[in-house]
């Protein structure tokens, strides 16, 4: 490869490459918002429910059912994260009242896969408690 051709590829590399745009995965960006992946605190408050397993199953039921292949002996599970830690199966949401959420976004098969570990194969729904500002300084 020429020395003149290397730049110009790592530049194009770094312009394309999705996870390089200084923004972490858990840090919804404003186009998010508006997408079936993403539920915020307001939403959530609009249904008046108990619990964060309730108003999810409202709002966004397909996020917790299981899709996609699975082998007789291994059966899949839609996995409940919290602040990056795996919490459980969705009956852990039912644990989470709706004043603790920051947002909850729900990561499909693949995406979850890339991320987590390929026993994510069925979706992940990703829950954040803390407050941007709190994110901002753990990760300093």
Known sequence: MSKRLRPVLLLLFLVLEPGCGGRRAEEPSTSLR?????????????????????????LR???LRPRGPDSFHNQ????VYVDDVRAGGVDALRSFS??????????DGTAASARWGLD???????ISTRPREARVRLES
Do not use: C, D, K
């Open 98 to 107: 709706i004043a603790q959420i920051t947002y909850i976004q729900f990561f």
């Open 120 to 126: 994510h194969g069925h979706g992940v729904i990703f």
């Open 76 to 79: 899949g599970r839609v996995w």
């Open 34 to 58: 508006s997408s079936r992946s993403f539920l915020t605190p307001a939403e959530l408050r609009t249904t008046g429910s108990p619990n964060v397993y309730h108003a999810v199953s409202m």
């Open 61 to 63: 039921s397909s996020w």
